[in-house]
T-cell receptor, first 111, second 112 residues
Framework: KQEVTQIPAALSVPEGENLVLNCSFT??????LQWFRQDPGKGLTSLLL?????REQTSGRLNASLDKSSGRSTLYIAASQPGDSATYLC??????????FGTGTRLKVLA | DTGVSQDPRHKITKRGQNVTFRCDPI?????LYWYRQTLGQGPEFLTY????????KSRLLSDRFSAERPKGSFSTLEIQRTEQGDSAMYLC??????????FGPGTRLTVL
């Protein structure tokens, strides 16, 4: 059974800092892994999708890496902004392609 | 393409009542997923449809829960005899096969 852990659970940083969010998963037989953002009381917004054959994906200030064999992914956010404040969720997929989510990292970027 | 929509956005009900939620997926997506999310937790998978066929159900989906997707278009999730433990955000997502899932805004259920 796939289990996903995200560290840290919460993070508060001043604006402009670069930061790294960590995700680990127990079953390395995944098709891909996706990072999402969730604002309070809202649905999920897709950020980056990394296929199992890829090592990393980039979108703007975001960079996600995947080390499938060790069951780890990281989300790097450059030059953080107050608008980046949200909960960040990682979700590997396998089997019928359902997402298995971690509990997320709650990020607060202070102006 | 207007994205995934869910209705209602909020539902308050008394314990023991039945509730039904609707999800309208992105029109060309043949896969539809339901998830449940409680406060401080990540979403948990409930069930999944490919077209009108319900292909997988989580053990979280007790016999009080039923989901349908008639004609492979919109989907409904019904909860019978609601309990306070059913209070959660119910999220719907749709996708093409093996592609990114796009999530709706969710339906927040409060059972009093």
């Amino acid at each position: 059974k796939q289990e996903v852990t995200q560290i840290p659970a919460a993070l508060s940083v001043p604006e402009g800092e670069n930061l790294v969010l960590n995700c680990s998963f127990t079953d390395s037989a995944i098709y891909n892994l996706q990072w999402f953002r969730q604002d309070p009381g809202k649905g999920l917004t897709s950020l980056l999708l990394i296929q199992s054959s890829q090592r990393e994906q980039t979108s703007g200030r975001l960079n996600a890496s995947l080390d499938k064999s060790s069951g780890r992914s990281t989300l790097y956010i450059a030059a953080s902004q107050p608008g980046d404040s949200a909960t960040y969720l990682c979700a590997p997929t396998s089997g019928t392609y359902k997402y298995i989510f971690g509990t997320g990292t709650r990020l607060k970027v202070l102006a | 393409d207007t994205g995934v929509s869910q209705d209602p956005r909020h539902k308050i009900t008394k314990r023991g009542q039945n509730v039904t939620f609707r999800c309208d997926p992105i029109s060309e997506h043949n896969r539809l997923y339901w998830y449940r999310q409680t406060l401080g937790q990540g979403p948990e998978f409930l069930t999944y449809f490919q077209n009108e066929a319900q292909l997988e159900k989580s053990r979280l989906l007790s016999d009080r829960f039923s989901a349908e997707r008639p004609k492979g278009s919109f989907s409904t999730l019904e909860i019978q005899r609601t309990e306070q433990g059913d209070s959660a955000m119910y999220l719907c997502a749709s996708s093409q096969p093996w592609d990114t899932q796009y999530f709706g805004p969710g339906t927040r259920l409060t059972v009093l």
